[in-house]
């Protein structure tokens, strides 16, 4: 892992994207099992599960939590 991901993971944490937290993505809701998992610039993965089926799932944090978490703006 690069200086980088470390930091980007390090700023997603602090966005509560940590093991125990209970989130809603895409119109579902997770219980967070691990720490994001950086696999490019552009691309973080979470492990959950997902609470109306019980399944274990890989959710990928939406482009634009990630650019905000990097520090960048949407140019209109």
């Known amino acids: 892992m690069t200086w980088e ?3 980007l ?3 997603l944490k602090g966005l509560g ?3 125990g937290n209970q ?3 895409y119109g579902q809701e997770f219980e967070l099992l691990g720490e994001p998992i950086v696999m490019g610039n552009n691309l973080v993965l979470l492990d959950a599960i997902e609470k109306k ?3 274990l799932r890989r959710v ?3 482009l634009s ?3 905000m978490a990097n520090g960048k ?3 209109a």
């Open 5 to 7: 991901q470390g930091s």
């Open 9 to 11: 993971c390090t700023r």
């Open 17 to 19: 994207f940590t093991p």
């Open 23 to 25: 989130i809603k993505l």
């Open 53 to 55: 089926s019980g399944q």
């Open 60 to 62: 990928r944090i939406p």
């Open 65 to 67: 939590i990630v650019n």
């Open 73 to 75: 703006r949407r140019v």
